[in-house]
């Protein structure tokens, strides 16, 4: 125990014991595990307090949102029959009540006191299909920047062939203008004059879109440079309904659900005819329904609902009644989240390398309905054994479990040279598990940067090897469709580096999946 907590310096608190002027809080540990440690630190990881086993009472916080952290120094089996209360002293108000479920690590923000909310993280336009009444702060990503590029000059300027600029190793002649697309990052931009006579007034203004801030580049002898940076284009999480479709992807027209603009669809409109508030078979939106209504069903009338063509990567793709978001690296699509393909769910105990197993992490039952309900399925999807990630119904037509080779690819376009990529084991590349890695959920010590935009989660695996539910929250690990031998090509994160893991497992293990565009 002495290895866990040894690092985690103890800053003394704003106060203690009576006379606290702000929030006097107890922290119980009940449970027999001797091999678990706590903290309550600020957000540059200095330890406000921590501990173990036992009780520490009226410790002065002042009101703020606190990051948490549970450990388990015992080899990764969380806190075995032990819980911890962090509640105020003089009301005995619970602020947080829980356990290490599994892992070595776990870390959450609480709230204390009222004067400091912590941010909820979601999408909060009204009129999106993921609204969430609850977030606070705009969920999201940051891609790509973008450089704009305008001549300000009198048109005979660009008479002189002589003029060029580069941008990140590109040459662009004479008038070449407009936005080009970058890493966010500072670049130098450099003007020639190949006479050496300048640029006899011309000015190139370079602006960067995702801040706004301008440079302009003037050249008046042969060279000259200017240096800018790049910052990334916020890409929100929110997701909205495509033309014609409501957020479940249906016909908006097909309010019977059936599947088919009928009937039965026409009798619920003339159902409310001459509403005029808070209709619910209200087609336009208008307020109420009238002939404009009935007649917008009519014009689809007999017509099958299907799921909106995918056109573009970074759009939403409706598979099995869900919409996965994508994202596009390089020149490939993926998943932007883990499968979540459920046609029925095993136990904990069944294992095959034959027959398709489904599981939900820590679910023990066979209630697809209740597994689907559970917050790890809303999380961290389904894990899969390598039979089941293999079935054509897990991805939509048009889409396939990737190779290892298309991880290879992946890795390499992120920064991983050819050599690492084709290693077997730990320690390959340098960041590029980080730049998978989502911003949250793995904890304030673990986390990615997620400028891949694949916004990978630590759900754990399934092994049959000791307890099966294993590393939810400290590591993540998804299925390739290539063999090796007996077993099959994986990729793992940990919380612990940036690195990413490629290892080959039995076909019978529990782990995620991706799609990949064809």
């Known amino acids: 125990m002495r290895y866990l907590v040894a690092f985690l310096f103890f800053i003394p608190a704003i106060g203690w014991g009576q006379g606290c002027s702000f929030n006097s809080i107890n922290i119980d540990v009940i449970g027999s595990d001797s091999e678990i440690g706590w903290s309550i630190t600020q957000d540059n990881g200095w330890a406000i307090v921590s501990g173990a086993l036992g009780s520490v009472s009226d410790v002065c916080i002042e009101d703020g949102c606190f990051p948490f952290n549970m450990y388990d120094g015992n080899g990764g089996d969380g806190w075995n029959e032990t819980t911890i209360t962090i509640s105020y002293s003089l009301t005995n108000e619970i602020i947080f009540s829980g356990t290490l479920n599994d892992g070595l690590f776990e870390s959450s923000n609480i709230q204390i006191g009222e004067t400091v909310l912590c941010p909820v993280y979601g999408c909060t336009d009204l009129l999106a299909c993921n609204y969430d009444a609850e977030a606070t702060i705009q969920s999201g990503s940051y891609g790509d920047g973008v450089l704009n590029f305008e001549w300000t000059s009198a048109a005979s300027f660009f008479t002189y062939i002589e003029i060029s600029y580069i941008v990140n ?20 931009v450099v003007g020639y004059d190949s006479w050496g006579d300048g640029w006899n007034g011309g000015e190139l203004t370079i602006t960067d879109v995702g801040s706004g801030a301008s440079v302009v580049l003037i050249v008046y002898e042969s060279e000259a440079s200017v240096d800018i940076e790049v910052t990334g284009v916020f890409v929100d999480s929110c997701i909205y309904q495509e033309e014609g479709y409501t957020c479940d992807s249906f016909c908006s027209e097909d309010l019977s659900g059936d599947g088919v603009i009928g009937v039965q669809d026409l009798l619920l409109v003339l159902s409310e005819f001459g509403c005029t508030s808070s209709c619910e078979n209200d087609l336009n939106q208008d307020g109420s329904v009238s002939v404009d209504d009935i007649l917008q069903l009519l014009s689809g009338f007999g017509n099958a609902c299907e799921n909106p063509t995918f056109e573009n990567c970074g759009n939403v793709i409706s598979h099995e009644g869900y919409d996965y978001s994508t994202v596009e690296i390089g020149d490939q699509c993926w998943f932007a989240e883990n499968c979540r393909y459920l046609p029925d769910v095993s136990y904990p105990t069944d294992e095959s390398t034959t027959e398709p197993y489904y599981y939900v992490f820590n679910y023990e039952g066979t209630d697809v309905e209740a597994a689907v309900a559970t917050s790890n399925y809303e999380t961290y999807g389904v894990l899969y054994n390598w039979t089941a990630v293999m079935t054509s119904e897990i991805c939509p037509s048009g889409w396939h479990i990737p190779s290892d080779e298309e991880w290879q690819t992946l890795e390499i376009f992120l ?14 590349g340098t960041d590029q598990g980080y730049q998978m890695k989502s911003t949250t959920v793995w904890g304030s010590i673990g986390a990615g940067s997620n400028t891949s935009g694949l916004t990978c989660l630590p759900g754990g695996i399934l092994n049959f090897v000791s307890w099966p539910w294993s590393q939810l929250l400290t590591s993540g690990y998804w299925w390739t469709s290539s063999e090796n031998n007996s077993d099959v090509w994986y990729r793992s994160l940990s919380y612990s580096s940036g690195w990413v893991y490629r290892s080959s497992a039995p076909k019978s293990l529990g782990l995620s999946a991706r799609c990949l565009q064809d």
């Open 169 to 188: 190793g590109v040459t662009y002649f004479g008038e070449e203008a407009g936005d080009v697309s970058l890493e966010a990052g500072t670049y130098t």
């Open 415 to 428: 920064g991983m040279s050819e050599s690492d990529a084709a290693y077997a084991g730990c320690c390959r």
